[in-house]
Each structure stands twice: as C-alpha cells, then as structure tokens.
C-alpha cells in the first residue's frame, strides 16, 4: 500500500511539468530500476547461468530483461498520455515476440517468456501500477479505470524481446559454455595428436638446446617433470644420459 500512495505522487508531480518527455523517461529507469532490484529476476538469472553451463551471463541477461521492463513501461506511458488503444500495442508486440521465437536459439526461448513472469513480481508490480493509475488519474480526458491499467502487460511482454535479442547476439559472437569449451579444446587436442603421428618427419626441441632434432617416423613421449630451479640443469644433463644410455 506504500508502494502505490509513493507511484500516485510521482504521477501528480510528473504531470505538473507540461513536459512529455520528463515522463517517458521516468517511467524507462523507474521500470529498469525496479526490473534490476526483483529478487525473483535475480534467482531465475542465477538459476539460467548454473544450468547453461555459464553459456547465459545472469547479470547480462537482467541487464536485458530491465531492459525490456523499461522500454514496456516507457511506451506504456506514451500509450496513456496519447490515449492510444493498447490492444494494438499488444497484439504487434506479440507478432514480433513471435518471428523472433523462429530466430532465438532454443535454448533461449523459455527463459525468455518466463522473464515477462518475474518482472511482474513484488516490487515492480506496486509501483507500475500506481503510476499508470496516476497518469491516467492526473491528465485530461484519460479514464483511470480503461487507460490506468496495462502497464503490466507491457512489462511482460518487452522482456521477451529483449531476452530473445540477447540469445541471438551470444549465438553470432559465438559465446560458449565452460563444458563446450572443454571439448572443443580436447577435439584441437586429438586432432593435433593425430597430425603428429601422421607426420612422415618428427621435430622436438631438447629444453636447454637451440637446435631442433629431426628423425623420420621417430617415436616418442612427451614426458613433464617438475623440479625446482636450482635443479633445473641438473634434471637435463641426467635426462641426456639416460636417453645416451639407451
């Protein structure tokens, strides 16, 4: 009940100014601002990083649904002042929701529509509805009742884009998670193991030696020892004399 009295204030003072633009504005940081401080977004984030494998960034990806939540709230407003009809609002945000679902990555696609859910949760919800029943209260010939209300649904849907946006731009730029990462190193591993074994003339390098050693079709074993420093020359001269002795 706080919540809505402070939303109904900064509707009135809003309106006071005969400044459009003033309001647009506010309601796109009062909607990224709120989106940001959703404990619900924060867990269903966290929740998207673990199981991506890290592939989904969770601060990035509230970045995005704030995102979101602030362009809904700021073309909301803009419906309120200009006393437009939100169904079409809704319907050409859903058609665009929609052709991106076709573009998104899969992955990214229920995380996206459950962002419109999250949003819509215990601090965002008070303070957007409240402004929306201000403005709609506080200017000339809007009824509070018809154009008050529909904030929420665009708070809902605008994360959905958003989401999707950052699912295709994490897929061009190639982003991988720490798993796909892993085995593609071990796929360079084994291919560079096989180019090694095919190749007709082995080269090594002897740690300590300048000149490379070259013999056909040799076989080997790269072996990695750990010693300290100081016993640095005296590990090579024993492996030299071992491999003269053999």
């Not at 209300?149 to 061009?172: C, D, N, R």
Request: hydrophobic share 50%; charged share 20%.
């Amino acid at each position: 009940m706080g919540l809505f009295s402070v939303g109904e204030t900064m509707a009135f003072e809003l309106t006071r100014y005969d400044n459009n633009l003033i309001i647009y504005s506010f309601g796109f940081f009062i909607g990224f601002s709120t989106t940001m401080a959703e404990p619900a977004l924060t867990a269903i984030a966290r929740k998207a990083k673990e199981v991506s494998d890290g592939k989904i960034n969770d601060f990035v990806l509230r970045l995005f649904v704030a995102l979101g939540v602030a362009i809904g709230i700021a073309l909301g407003a803009y419906r309120i002042v200009t006393g437009g009809e939100i169904v079409y609002y809704i319907i050409s945000g859903y058609i665009f929701v929609i052709i991106l679902t076709f573009l998104a990555p899969k992955y990214i696609i229920p995380i996206a529509y459950d962002s419109g859910g999250v949003t819509t949760s215990t601090v965002t919800v008070p303070l957007v509805a409240a402004l929306g029943l201000g403005l709609a209260t506080n200017i000339d010939g809007r009824d509070p009742l018809i154009d008050g209300f529909g904030l929420i649904a665009f708070a809902s849907l605008f994360p959905m884009l958003t989401v999707m946006l950052y699912g295709i731009i994490t897929e061009k730029m190639g982003v991988k998670g720490e798993r796909e990462k892993e085995e593609i190193h071990m796929e360079e591993l084994r291919h560079a193991l096989e180019d090694v074994q095919n190749m007709e003339l082995s080269t090594i390098r002897v740690d300590g030696e300048d000149a490379l050693h070259h013999s056909p079709h040799m076989s080997f074993s790269a072996v990695h020892v750990i010693v300290p420093k100081d016993k640095q020359e005296e590990a090579i001269i024993a492996a030299k004399m071992r491999v003269q002795e053999e």
